[in-house]
């Protein structure tokens, strides 16, 4: 039977700030929670803003918290100031060019119709004819929304970044989030497994782009930037998990990334699940990080007509000024996606070492489905695969949780706010709701608040359900003011407000995180509530044990609110271990049935038995 991959840890960053302590989660729904509740995130994101706080959080301070977070307009660049360069073909009434260059400056292979007179560290050169040059301008982007993480926030600053991508020091600061959250070390955790016991599963769906990766590399022989040592390794995709395996965790166990567009979030997730339902190993950190809020990653969406242009945005509301903080708008009228960052890891832990160490446990991940679209008229047209991963998902529900028990479920829909989407994604949720007789199925995408992060967008969508299950509220779609006519919602209870879902969430067991990628990668999550995977565990394995359980919680409970509340203050642990404890061959011993490794204290297992007895 089985293993139950229980959530023990959950970090990362996005637009609406940070996501242990639900921070990130208790943003959107500020509006209902007490402010009491709200305090410690005012005082988180004013940290990490830079905002000054003296005794109290003042309505100007969340004015500004609020001014600087969620989708909003784009603040990584300025978009009505865009470098652009254009070629051109020069030439003079006399069919003469003259302009001065230092020597070192002078092409390798000089054109044939140059005259060049060396002068000391100078040329002068007179061009007989045309001469092909770039002219640099500055232009307007047509899109300027964007889901940028807290105004003012870097995390490169927070550790020795040493020209690390984006996406990676977003990584370092995701990775260290969730392994803060866990309210007992990592060396701790080390002591109770193997080395070999642990899973990274993490990655970048669009690898590392910007200037310190794969744009500069690209870009340096032609606006004569230089290409350092780092720009081809830090630009590989699976490079998230290189980070927190070499710098992070000190991990010599299974890793790597399975990539599935906006999908693949979910498709890590579901690699985490099977080491631990294979028993292959006991903890997994799974996650992803995208940076991609970079004028040339959104003009390649952009001129695919995906991305939610200003003039559009103007247009939806009649109006000469666009609302860049409405600019993704699921289900309702709408122009395109919202081009988005963030980082988010949870740690799934196997429920015996769980229950034994006494950790947190946030929920469970039943299972993940993935399905192929099959044939297509366009790689990034929706398809059928997507009915299958849902109706997967709906039918595990109802048989774990029974003919009742799969109606107190919600779903965050993918949600992208482009009119394609609302179509599609609906008719889907629809039919499924119909087919397994929900009458009005909770429907929420909080893409609407923090934008389209691509690889990370379903990690987004993941903390902040097991947010409802802390604070009782799943986030409405507040950027939206009706429903679409051609949405597709006889049995959705599309949300266009936040929904009470009991105390802690009570009244829901389950969501359904959906996602569906270009080129036909669509995956539908099915993760159970704490109260839901409580009962589970407690039915497997009794009272007794539970009882042991909840006692030796107190402490981890106490210490990862300890460590939230020092976070809010600027005072978290970033974990980034360059250089030590490196191991070579001389930290190795190895016999025929193990092999030791100098940092750690257990060994490593080399099995005798031969698994294929049966074909013999």
Do not use: W
């Given at each position: 039977m089985a293993k139950l991959p229980l959530i023990v840890g959950l970090g990362g960053i996005n637009a609406?700030?940070?996501?242990?302590?639900?921070?990130?989660y208790k943003l959107m729904v500020a509006d209902v929670l007490s402010a009491d509740v709200m305090e410690s995130t005012w005082q988180d994101l004013a940290s990490r803003m830079g905002l000054e706080i003296d005794n109290n959080v003042t309505s100007e301070v969340i004015d500004a918290i609020k001014t600087g977070t969620f989708v909003r307009?784009?603040?990584?660049?300025?978009?009505?100031?865009?470098?652009?360069?254009?070629?051109?073909n020069l030439n003079t009434d006399n069919d003469k060019i003259c302009f001065t260059l230092r020597k070192s400056k002078l092409p390798t292979k000089i054109p044939d119709n140059w005259d060049v007179?060396?002068?000391?560290?100078?040329v002068h050169i007179t061009v007989n004819g045309n001469l092909d040059a770039l002219i640099e301008d500055r232009v307007a982007f047509p899109v300027t929304s964007g889901g940028n993480i807290p105004a003012g926030f870097n995390p490169a600053s927070l550790y020795n970044s040493r020209f690390h991508p984006r996406g990676l020091s977003l990584t370092i600061y995701g990775a260290s989030d969730a392994l803060n959250s866990l309210g007992v070390e990592w060396d701790e955790i080390l002591k109770h497994i193997k080395p070999d016991e642990v899973s990274v599963y993490a990655g970048s769906g669009l690898a590392q782009i910007d200037d310190n990766s794969l744009g500069g590399m690209l870009a340096a022989p032609l606006t004569g930037g230089r290409v350092s040592s780092k720009m081809m390794a830090l630009s590989l995709a699976e490079m998230p998990a290189d980070f927190i395996n070499g710098y992070v965790i000190n991990s010599v166990g299974t890793t790597g990334t399975n990539m599935g567009a906006c999908a693949t979030f979910l498709y890590n997730l579901r690699q985490g699940m099977y080491d631990i339902q294979n028993g292959k190993s006991k903890v997994v950190i799974v996650g992803n990080a995208e940076a991609p809020v970079i004028p040339e990653i959104m003009e390649g969406f952009r001129v695919m007509g995906a991305l939610a242009e200003d003039a559009q945005l103007k247009a939806l509301d009649s109006c000469d000024e666009v609302d860049n903080r409405r600019a993704c708008r699921p289900f309702s009228a709408n122009a395109g996606f919202t081009m988005a960052e963030s980082a988010q890891f949870v740690v799934l832990m196997d429920d015996e070492l769980a229950l034994k160490l006494g950790a947190n446990i946030y929920g469970s991940v039943a299972d993940v489905f993935v399905n192929a679209d099959a044939n297509k008229k366009s790689i990034s047209a929706p398809g059928v695969g997507n009915y299958i991963t849902v109706a997967k998902a709906a039918a595990l529900a109802k048989a774990i949780l029974g003919e009742e028990g799969v109606k107190q479920t919600f779903v965050q829909a993918h949600g992208t706010g482009t009119p394609q989407n609302r179509v599609t994604e609906s008719h889907i949720l629809n039919e499924v709701a119909k087919t397994y007789n929900i009458d009005s199925w909770p429907v929420t995408a909080i893409k609407s608040y923090v934008g389209h992060s691509m690889s990370a967008a379903a990690g987004d969508q993941l903390v902040a359900s097991l947010g409802v299950w802390q604070h009782g509220w799943?986030?409405?779609?507040?950027?939206?003011?009706?429903?679409?006519?051609?949405?597709?919602?006889?049995?959705?209870?599309?949300?266009?407000d936040h929904q009470f879902a009991g105390e802690m969430g009570q009244d829901y067991k389950a969501v359904i995180l959906n996602a569906k990628g270009f080129g036909g990668n669509n995956a539908s999550g099915l993760v159970l509530s704490p109260k839901q995977t409580l009962t589970m565990l407690t039915a497997k394995h009794g009272q007794n044990v539970m009882a042991s359980y909840y006692q030796s919680n107190q402490a981890i409970s106490d210490a990862s609110c300890s460590n939230d509340k020092a976070a809010c203050y600027g005072q978290e642990t970033i974990r980034y271990h360059f250089g030590e404890a490196v191991m070579d061959e001389n930290s190795i011993t190895m016999t025929q049935d193990s092999l030791r490794l100098s940092e750690f204290e257990q060994a490593i297992?080399?099995?005798?038995?031969?698994?294929?007895?049966?074909?013999i």
């Open positions: 609406a700030g940070r996501s242990s302590g639900f921070h990130s307009r784009v603040d990584s660049f300025d978009p009505d100031n865009l470098l652009y360069q254009y070629k051109a007179v060396v002068d000391g560290s100078k799943i986030p409405g779609i507040k950027t939206i003011d009706h429903i679409a006519d051609d949405v597709h919602h006889s049995n959705l209870n599309i949300l266009m297992e080399l099995s005798s038995k031969n698994p294929y007895l049966d074909y």
